[in-house]
């Protein structure tokens, strides 16, 4: 059943998230023909995290209450419809509507799988499981941006959302024949824990600090980079390629890291995995050729892979110690959404006063100190009220 369970998640998902990737490197240039720039280009691209940041929290309790399959087939469903939607698309308020509601379907998409895999993931072996789940998920966005320089330079820039409509119909069809529904939630529902126990949690609320603060990093080098390396010569083509190039990348180092966060300090490789992102969206403005972005992005890549299963390990023990994976893990992608809408508008508001450049300056900056600083004082908080038995003791010879 597991087995079944993995494969039908597993290629869901990734036609989903590949059809995502498509329109990630293409979205600047498609909102600058509506004359967006600035804060309204950071506010498309918040916009769809703002709706998962809403969305999420509920739709992670109700899949404990009511089970997993009928809001992953739900949000598949709506997810198809808003990607052909892009392309009625005629003002800048259509275009934030849509990326809204393309949001909110994602929401009730890829925090449920992961919750899905959480529950069924052996115990001391989070880590490898979410690892090998996330080098679906990273390997389907970084395949969408290296294709769909391709296809929109060949076809026009509204092939590649042609291209994430179909992907996404293909997902929702397998899902809804081969995804079975495990019924878990009937027994676990009964001793679940409250909302508010959950948020208090220090373990929780570093795990999300950590993708907060990486979402972050990420939310400022999605809009900005393609006008850096379009700066540098690069065609649309090769900016598919500098997106895809770290998101592969992460996507193929997640299972050695998930299988090392399962042997060694969680803590420790998450807080390594927040300085090497901070250090290297510092280096962007100095690129003086595409191929030094090429070497940042190959860095970006292993500091993404870095932390990320060492984090969704965390939550998925978390979620199983309160008998809410689906509210765990809504919670833990909600730091996801808020890196995502802060960076975008606080990157727009900075290029605007003070360039491109101190975009990644400033992000930089905040990522090391607030995320840094702010999770190892979670995690001294976790350990002083004991709080960090639900996570395997970290070996001795490890230091946290």
């Not at 720039?37 to 404990?64: E, H, K, N, Q």
């Not at 003002?91 to 934030?96: F, G, Q, T, V, W």
């Amino acid at each position: 059943m597991k087995r079944q369970v993995y494969i039908a998640l597993f290629i869901a998902i990734f036609a989903s998230t590949m059809g995502v990737g498509f329109i990630g490197p293409l979205l600047p240039f498609y909102a600058r023909s509506f004359g967006a720039a600035g804060l309204t280009l950071g506010l498309i691209f918040s916009g769809f995290s703002l709706a998962r940041f809403v969305f999420m929290p509920f739709i992670g309790r109700l899949s404990d209450r009511f089970g997993r399959k009928r809001f992953i087939t739900a949000g598949l469903a709506i997810f198809t419809l808003f990607s052909f939607a892009y392309l009625k698309v005629d003002s800048i308020a259509s275009l934030l509507i849509v990326r809204f509601l393309h949001g909110a379907a994602s929401g009730m998409v890829v925090p449920v799988a992961q919750a899905y895999i959480g529950d069924v993931a052996p115990k001391g072996r989070e880590g490898s499981v979410m690892g090998t789940f996330m080098v679906f998920l990273f390997t389907a966005f970084g395949i969408g941006p290296l294709l769909a320089g391709p296809l929109a330079d060949r076809f026009g820039l509204g092939a590649p959302f042609y291209a994430m409509g179909a992907l996404s119909g293909v997902a929702l069809i397998y899902a809804i024949i081969f995804l079975p529904e495990l019924g878990l939630h009937k027994e676990r529902w009964k001793s679940r824990a409250p909302v508010m126990t959950v948020l208090k949690d220090p373990v929780v609320l570093a795990a999300v600090l950590f993708r907060t603060v990486i979402s972050f990093g990420r939310g400022l080098v999605i809009p900005f980079l393609p006008f850096v390396a379009e700066e540098l010569g690069a065609s649309l083509s090769i900016v598919g390629v500098l997106l895809a190039t770290n998101i592969l990348l992460a996507g193929f180092m997640q299972i050695p890291f998930g299988k090392l966060a399962d042997r060694v300090s969680k803590p420790l490789l998450m807080g390594w995995g927040i300085v090497a992102s901070a250090a290297v969206i510092a280096a962007i403005p100095f690129c003086s050729s595409v191929a030094w972005l090429f070497g940042l992005q190959i860095v970006t890549g292993i500091s993404l892979a870095l932390g990320l299963p060492a984090a969704l390990a965390l939550a998925a023990k978390c979620g199983d110690r309160y008998n809410g994976m689906g509210t765990v893990m809504a919670i833990f992608n909600t730091g996801m959404s808020v890196g995502l809408i802060v960076a975008p508008l606080a990157g727009g508001l900075v290029a605007e006063w003070f360039g491109l450049d101190f975009v990644f300056f400033a992000g930089s900056l905040v990522v090391v100190v607030g995320g840094f600083g702010g999770f190892l004082l979670l995690i001294r908080w976790a350990r002083k009220i004991g709080a960090m038995d639900c996570v395997d003791p970290a070996p001795e010879s490890v230091p946290v």
